[in-house]
């Protein structure tokens, strides 16, 4: 004990033991306030925060002091609604704690969804979604501009297809219309979001769950983005639809699609000899097995490379001896 200690009160006490032990008597909210602003010790200025009433006092330490138990111990003091969901709104170490009082209080369903809607912190707006299940107030979060994780968990919590299907369609966040198309199973819905979504990433989520023929041979052959064409086109197994999309698609990719899937081998035949594309012509060239074709290939295409592929799948020898003399690629 330092002499001066002999001389000052025990809430001055050098050791912070002490001081701590005496804050537990003291009654005094003037002095107690003083403490909690002065003493450099977090135990103590802690034990004075546990002893304190003033609402708006509290508010500014959970916001303010240095130390994380002293702002939770300030936040576990607050009963006013109005002052947590202030300090839940904002992005400082004290938000977390403010919504989970807002909870234990009670906090009604259109405060929690006004905070997650608000608030700059991710974890305070999932804290906030955690606790409603409002379906109209979860739906305009989901709908909203908020942070990506907060719409998404809105859209975890949500039920309603018909509402999920708007949501995948035209929510702002991409976030949250791909996770309301993961909730969805309705082949007609999906379909729809495929075809008019707002956002590529929600109508490719939609293909990826669509197994309906007619649906996806419709977006195969009509959607004017040609990576909707082609991812459609990925899941087809109508040989008609994949034979008609092979020979009339304008884009490259989506034919090269259509081929990897076909079985036909005339049309095969026909595709790698006449398909503008090389990598069209190759893709064909990889599914065909007719040697007859894959001969008058092997010594025909103009590209020296989908020559060779045609006369890799070459099995007769006699064959193979005749282009290797006569191909003018050497």
Known sequence: MAFVDLFRPRWKHSDWRVRREEVWRLTDQALLAHIVKTDPASSV???????????????????????D??????????????????????????????????????????LLAEIARNTSSQLVGKAAVDELTDQALLAQIARSDSDAGVCREAVEKLTDPAVLGEIAKSATGGSAREAAVEKLTDQALLGE?????????????????????????????????????????GKLIDQTLLGDIAKSDSDDSVREAAVEKLT????????AKTDPSKWVRKAAVNELTDQAVLADIAKSDSEDWVRWRAAKRLKERAVLGDIAKSDSDK
């Open 264 to 271: 036909d081998q005339a049309l095969l035949g026909d595709i």
């Open 193 to 233: 979001i495929a075809k008019s979504a707002t956002g590529g990433s929600a109508r490719e989520a939609a293909v990826e769950k669509l197994t309906d023929q007619a649906l996806l041979g419709d977006i195969a052959k009509s959607a004017s983005d040609g990576s909707m064409r082609k991812a459609a086109t």
């Open 69 to 110: 138990s002293v702002r939770g111990a300030a936040v576990e003091r607050l009963t006013d609604q109005a002052l947590l969901s202030d300090i839940a709104r904002r992005s400082s170490d004290a938000c977390v704690p403010a919504v989970k009082r807002l909870i234990a209080l009670g906090a009604g369903q259109n």
């Open 45 to 67: 200025r802690t034990v004075a925060v546990k002893k304190l009433t003033d609402q708006a006092l509290l508010a500014a330490i959970a916001e303010s002091d240095s130390d």
